[in-house]
């Protein structure tokens, strides 16, 4: 690793000539050692396996398609269109016509009026400073006239129209001064500061990302030496029980004396890893729900590799969630258990209990859900991602490497929410040369899972494309079930600002539920802040109503707010049907002996090393 040349300290009466010649020695040290990154650079990129290039942006047609509904507007609708070049002209002129006015008076200021703010532009000189002022306005005109241009398109269906708003959007967003060294203060003022050190270290800090994700550029947003998975990270006690080729079962050490008879078993989302309920001691929420006197057990999923191409949902329904049952009943004697699935899981958690309905098993006492969608009715903020060109890019990508690759899914749900978790840790890292934060659950947002070939295309097109649990049905291990198959008592939380899972979604399927036992609660955040909210921490509040006739409107209009973590209030539901208490239980018996300490072997699987 190369160490970039850093001032030194300057001293009273020092030789002007000398302190000048210093800088540029290092100055010049730190410009040669680029030659070496750049041969380390060269040698990643040839590593590369790249990613299918449907991938990579929308079918060309959606382009065609745009530039047709423009000019029809503009035949039928010319004075709209005349108005929208206008505005642009105008408040494009206007803006340079402000600046030449400040620039006349002979100061070096911007004009009196520094245009809107938006949080991007948060260096002062963004104000004040004429030339990074007036970029910074003639940028936020031309993006506002984009997004407006395609707002009022009339002849566009209205899928095309969203997938063009998202994709506009995005461009807008990449071409943002601040994206660019030249146009960005705090990068010039880093690299001035350090006489190009910083420039040095960014370049190393974009090298290593590329050779960390095999030629593909993938911005790392947290340090990854700060963390190891069962040292400072998923550290609750317990034991792997039980392994199979899907999952490893974990039984976590009791705390009390006495627990609930009826055990909890947490299937969390295969898309990520476990200990996103298990990252620190004071936001455990495994580590809460053991402390509130339940025997809890946790499936932690294997990291596919291209040997699990075939694998669908129909495996990870008899594999992983029915075998999760048979050995939690096994291990603690009980007939009945109660259930937890996180966003897909919680979604497979549902076909799994239709499909236990129809097998009239009673296996399931309740069942929680966080953040799952059941009805698929709303693509929401996916649907730039579910349309034709990318269905079938993604299917031409995980037949070549029997597996979607993690890298491809962290690099999706990125760009939904692109200058928060690409372009700005990008200017920070390759710009400033900044190291990534120590963030526990950025983290784990890096550390993802590759997903099985079959079962990927089976999930994108039996329910987020054809909706198929809500409609004529979906076949799960020879049976077709429905969403009206599940039947017995739920609770679904849902967060206010999930792009991920839109609440609107999750209450309009939790409708369609054959249960009359139902309850929903609406945590405030998002997908992952609204669920690990700890009661010690008193930041975000949830919405309850028991009324659910209603729709999201109506519901959410009568909601009551109560400040504070949700836990508590699920635990509350939880304990009545959870049984009487009994003594703790020591992790597994004697037909399911500890095969090794949690967090287990298969949660420290990295994507990268299996695809």
């Known amino acids: 690793m190369t160490t970039p040349e850093t001032p030194s300290d300057g001293k009273v009466g020092a030789d002007p000539k000398a302190e000048a010649d210093g800088k540029l020695e290092r100055l010049q040290a730190n410009v040669d050692k680029i030659e070496d990154l750049s041969q380390r650079m060269i040698k990643a990129l040839g590593a590369r396996d790249p990613v299918n290039p449907a991938l990579g942006g929308p079918d060309p047609a959606l382009w065609t398609e745009a530039a047709t509904s423009y000019w029809q507007t503009w035949m039928q609708d010319p004075a709209k269109m005349w108005e929208h070049q206008v505005r642009y002209w105008g408040d494009a002129v206007k803006t340079y016509y402000e600046a030449q006015q400040a620039l006349a008076k002979g100061q070096l200021k911007a004009p009196d009026d520094p245009g809107p703010k938006d949080r991007r532009f948060s260096n002062p000189l963004w104000q004040t400073h004429p030339y990074f002022n007036y970029i910074k306005r003639q940028y936020l005109t031309a993006a506002d006239a984009m997004n407006a241009a395609v707002a009022d398109l009339d002849h566009l269906d209205a899928t095309e129209k969203t997938r063009l708003r998202y994709f506009t959007s995005q461009i807008a967003d990449m071409m943002a001064p601040t994206n660019f060294l030249g146009t960005n203060p705090d990068a010039l003022e880093k690299a001035v500061e350090t006489e190009g050190a910083s420039l040095l270290k960014g370049l190393e800090n974009l090298v290593s990302d590329i050779e960390a994700n095999r030629g593909e550029l993938l911005v790392r947003l947290a340090d990854e030496t700060a963390f190891e998975v069962g040292g400072n990270i998923a550290t609750t006690p317990g034991q792997v029980v039980y392994r199979n080729r899907m999952m490893e079962l974990i039984q976590f050490t009791p705390t009390t004396e006495k627990v609930h008879a009826t055990p909890i078993v947490i299937f969390p989302p295969w898309i990520n890893k476990y200990y996103i309920l ?20 946790v499936v932690s999923w ?3 590799d291209p040997s699990y191409a075939d694998v669908t949902m129909d495996d990870y329904v008899k594999d992983g969630y029915l075998e999760a049952i048979d050995q939690v009943k096994a291990i603690t004697g009980q007939k009945q258990i109660n259930a937890i699935g996180y966003c897909i899981a919680g979604t497979t958690l549902a076909l799994t209990l239709a499909y236990l309905k129809k097998k009239k098993d009673r296996s399931i006492k309740s069942a929680t859900f966080f953040t799952a969608l059941t009805d698929f009715a709303d693509q929401g903020e996916f649907t730039p991602f579910l349309q034709d060109d990318f269905y079938h890019g993604i299917g031409d990508e995980v037949a070549e490497h029997g597996i979607l690759r993690s890298m491809i899914m962290a690099r999706t749900f990125s760009f939904l929410r692109s200058n928060d978790l690409i372009y700005t840790p990008a200017i920070k890292s390759y710009m400033m040369g900044e190291a990534p934060p120590a963030f526990d659950l950025l983290y784990w947002n890096g550390d993802g899972a590759n997903l099985p070939a079959a079962m990927v295309m089976q999930y994108l097109k039996d329910l987020c494309r054809e909706n198929t649990f809500v409609g004529e049905g979906m076949e799960i291990l020879g049976e077709r079930v429905h969403l009206s198959d599940v039947t017995l008592p739920v609770i679904s939380i849902a967060c206010e600002t999930d792009h991920i899972a839109a609440w609107r979604s999750v209450y309009a399927g939790l409708q369609q539920f054959g249960s009359k036992d139902r309850t929903f609660v609406l945590s405030e955040s998002g997908h992952i802040a609204g669920i690990v909210n700890p009661p010690t921490k008193v930041k975000y509040g949830h919405y309850t109503n028991e009324d659910l006739s ?9 909601a009551d707010f109560h400040e504070g973590s949700w836990w508590p209030r699920w635990e509350a539901w939880i304990a009545p049907r959870s049984g009487k208490m009994v003594g703790a239980r020591t992790p597994g018996d004697e037909d399911h002996p500890v095969l090794e300490a949690a967090p287990g072997s298969y949660v420290k699987i990295k994507a990268a090393a299996v695809a």
């Open 278 to 297: 298990d990252l620190k001691e004071k936001n455990s929420f495994i580590k809460w729900v053991v402390d509130q006197g339940y025997t809890l057990f």
């Open 550 to 558: 209603g729709d999201q409107d109506a519901w959410q209009a009568d």
């Open 302 to 304: 294997i990291n596919p």
